[in-house]
């Protein structure tokens, strides 16, 4: 197994930005693909953006133009820079990751972080 930390998150007012880092734990983590969920209160989670091994990108299209989604092998670290925040932005957001080739949906996903809050204010 793999271990995923997010860190990042705090309250931003509309139009800012924040950069959201997920740390993970094993060797194998360059051949993972890692993702971004979030969930807001009263709502499923839902995706945001995954990044495969090989690099190749996937947006939501609520995000794209807006969140960029990185990775650094060499750091076993993956990144959600998120700019032009707007308050529908608000949710925890999830670092996600699996062994094979990435995905949009949720139950794809073996390991999770812990989530870290993101608001943004109007």
């Known amino acids: 197994q793999v271990q995923l930390v997010e860190s990042g998150g705090g309250l931003v007012q509309a139009g800012g930005s924040l950069r959201l880092s997920c740390a993970a734990s094993?060797?194998?983590?360059?051949?993972?693909?890692m993702a971004w969920f979030r969930q807001a209160p009263g709502k499923e989670r839902e995706f945001v953006a995954a990044i495969s091994w090989s690099d190749s990108t996937y947006y939501s299209d609520s995000v794209k133009g807006r969140f960029t989604i990185s990775r650094d092998n060499a750091k076993n670290t993956v990144y959600l820079q998120m700019n032009n925040l707007k308050p529908e932005d608000t949710a925890v957001y999830y670092c996600?990751?699996?062994?094979?080739?990435?995905?949009?949906?949720?139950?794809?996903?073996?390991?999770w972080g812990q989530g870290t809050q993101v608001t943004v204010s109007s």
């Open positions: 996600a990751g699996r062994p094979g080739p990435s995905g949009i949906r949720v139950g794809l996903y073996d390991y």
């Open positions: 094993g060797r194998t983590f360059s051949n993972y693909a």
